[in-house]
Every structure is written in C-alpha cells, then in structure tokens.
C-alpha cells in the first residue's frame, strides 16, 4: 500500500509525454494558421526543441524501467497484438515524425505547405500516442485501472500542462497570441474537470474490493495528496492567470515556473494512479 513512487520512470514517461502532445498541439496549430512572418516561424522552430528535448527525456525514462536498455527492443515484438508494444511503437513514431520535422525546419528544408500536412499528421500521432498509452493500461483483472477514469486522466494532462508549455515556449519566441486567453481557459477547464474526476473515482474506490484487498485501502492519503496536487496545479495556472489579468501577459519566467508546478501536481496525481494498482483476486466485489 502507498505512493507509487517505485513506478517512477512511468510516471516520468506518462506525464512528460502527455505533457509534449499539448505543447505540439499549441505550437502545430499557430504555424498551421500561418500568420507568422518568417522570423516569427523561424524563433518559433528554434523554441520548439525543448519539446523533443523532453520527449527523449520521456523515453530514457521509460528504457530505465525495462531495467536494461538492451530490453527496450523487445518491447517492440509484439506490435498490433500487445498494448505495451503498441504504446512504445506510437510514441516513437510520434518522436521520429515530429523530430524529423523539427530538425527540416530549423535547416530550412521545409516546404511551406508540406510542413502544415507534416504537423498535421504529428498531432494525430501524438494523439494516438496517448490512446496507446491509456490502452496499456485497461487490464480486466485490475479493476482500478480497468474505467474511464484512466483514458480521462491521460487526456486532461494533455490539456492542463500542454497549454502551458506551449504559451511557454510561444512566450519564448517573442510570440503574443490574440487567442492567449483561449489558451489558458482550456487549461482551467481541464483542471476542473480532472478536479471533478478525481472527487468520483475517490468516493468509487470504496466500491471495489476482493477477496483480500480493499481498493480505498491502497492509498489511505488519497484525500490530502489530490488536494496537494490540486495546490500545485493551481498555483501553476496563477503563474500564467495572475500576470496576465495585471499585465497583458506572463513572462518566460513565470511561465517556467507554473509549468515545473504543474508537472509536479500532475506526477503526485500519477504517483497515486500506480499506487492504486490491485489485481481482483478471486472476486471484485462493486
């Protein structure tokens, strides 16, 4: 019982890499529209490396929980029959394609119009990335895995730190979007509805037990660290909310900082996500 800290190159892996999606759907989308002059799209690109920069992060992470990287191979023998082989297939695809992008667009080697096609399709990639990774984790015989819960919670890390790291690195390229505030309101109403699904599933754990082990159990903190994840995710937002409601808008460094909480929030909500992993035993009872 307790934290799943213990899976912490999983949580790394999941959150970092949910974390990417967003910031490429936010970056994607503003060069997709086009409306930037050539040095905008050009300081644009160049802040765009931090994304793959986390992504490898993500990944080195996910190879040191095979314990040997001579492993991380293997996870690929399976692909189109195992989840866990499909998850890493979609997220390398997904790295490959958006890199491969990057790197021709800092070389200026990019068409123009093949660019918008080719960060199309690296956001529906990055999309399925995450459906992949939800899919790893829908196990029958783990009943507090085996809900909606789970494919929610992958997807609003998506939106509540994906806003953030893309005005991060837009704010970083000089970039002031007049859909900024959009941007953000899609951040809180994440965080709300992840608040929403947090409160559900904790008063639905007490439903789910078996022969040996009852759910609510497993993490007897359940309560105190969603509201500490809850805290960190809020003083985050305020790092963007607080400046830009006084200012117009939220400096690189404050952006810097409510991204570093966000994520913290979002490995607490994680860290609890693992902790909850229990088999049925021989019967689930709820």
Same mark, same amino acid.
């Given at each position: 019982?307790?934290?799943?800290?213990?899976?912490?190159?999983?949580?790394?892996?999941?959150?970092?890499?949910?974390?990417?999606?967003?910031?490429?759907?936010?970056?994607?989308?503003?060069?997709?529209?086009? =409306?930037?002059?050539?040095?905008?799209?050009?300081?644009?690109?160049?802040?765009?490396?931090?994304?793959?920069?986390?992504?490898?992060?993500?990944?080195?992470?996910?190879?040191?929980?095979?314990?040997?990287?001579?492993?991380?191979?293997?996870?690929?023998?399976?692909?189109?029959?195992?989840?866990?082989?499909?998850?890493?297939?979609?997220?390398?695809?997904?790295?490959?394609?958006?890199?491969?992008?990057? *790197?021709?667009?800092?070389?200026?080697?990019?068409?123009?119009?093949?660019?918008?096609?080719?960060?199309?399709?690296?956001?529906?990639?990055?999309?399925?990335?995450?459906?992949?990774?939800?899919?790893?984790?829908?196990?029958?015989?783990?009943?507090?895995?085996?809900?909606?819960?789970?494919?929610?919670?992958?997807?609003?890390?998506?939106?509540?730190?994906?806003?953030? *790291?893309?005005? *991060?690195?837009?704010?970083?390229?000089?970039?002031?979007?007049?859909?900024?505030?959009?941007?953000?309101?899609?951040?809180?109403?994440?965080?709300?509805?992840?608040?929403?699904?947090?409160?559900?599933?904790?008063?639905?754990?007490?439903?789910?037990?078996?022969?040996?082990?009852?759910?609510?159990?497993?993490?007897? =903190?359940?309560? =105190?660290?969603?509201?500490?994840?809850?805290?960190?995710?809020?003083?985050?937002?305020?790092?963007?909310?607080?400046?830009?409601?006084?200012?117009?808008?939220?400096?690189?460094?404050?952006?810097?900082?409510?991204?570093? *909480?966000?994520?913290?929030?979002?490995?607490?909500?994680?860290?609890?996500?693992?902790?909850?992993?229990?088999?049925?035993?021989?019967?689930?009872?709820?």
């Amino acid at each position: 019982m307790g934290m799943g800290w213990h899976e912490w190159p999983l949580m790394l892996f999941t959150v970092l890499g949910q974390c990417v999606v967003g910031g490429v759907m936010v970056t994607g989308w503003v060069l997709i529209k086009g =409306q930037l002059t050539a040095r905008e799209t050009q300081a644009l690109h160049r802040s765009m490396f931090f994304l793959w920069l986390l992504m490898g992060i993500a990944f080195v992470a996910s190879v040191l929980h095979l314990g040997s990287p001579l492993r991380a191979f293997n996870s690929l023998n399976r692909v189109g029959a195992s989840a866990l082989s499909n998850e890493i297939a979609s997220g390398s695809l997904f790295f490959a394609v958006g890199g491969i992008y990057w *790197l021709l667009a800092v070389l200026h080697k990019m068409p123009p119009a093949l660019g918008k096609l080719w960060l199309g399709l690296t956001i529906l990639l990055g999309l399925l990335f995450v459906y992949a990774m939800t899919r790893v984790y829908q196990i029958d015989t783990v009943p507090t895995w085996y809900n909606g819960y789970t494919t929610l919670g992958f997807f609003l890390t998506v939106f509540i730190a994906g806003p953030m *790291l893309g005005m *991060l690195l837009l704010q970083a390229a000089g970039l002031r979007l007049a859909w900024r505030n959009v941007l953000m309101m899609i951040g809180v109403v994440a965080l709300l509805i992840s608040l929403g699904a947090a409160m559900m599933q904790g008063s639905e754990l007490a439903t789910i037990s078996s022969s040996v082990q009852q759910a609510s159990a497993l993490i007897p =903190q359940y309560g =105190q660290l969603m509201v500490w994840r809850l805290l960190l995710l809020v003083l985050g937002f305020g790092c963007w909310i607080c400046p830009q409601l006084r200012r117009g808008n939220a400096s690189v460094a404050a952006l810097a900082l409510g991204l570093i *909480l966000i994520v913290a929030g979002e490995l607490i909500g994680r860290g609890v996500f693992y902790g909850l992993h229990m088999t049925v035993g021989m019967a689930v009872a709820g």
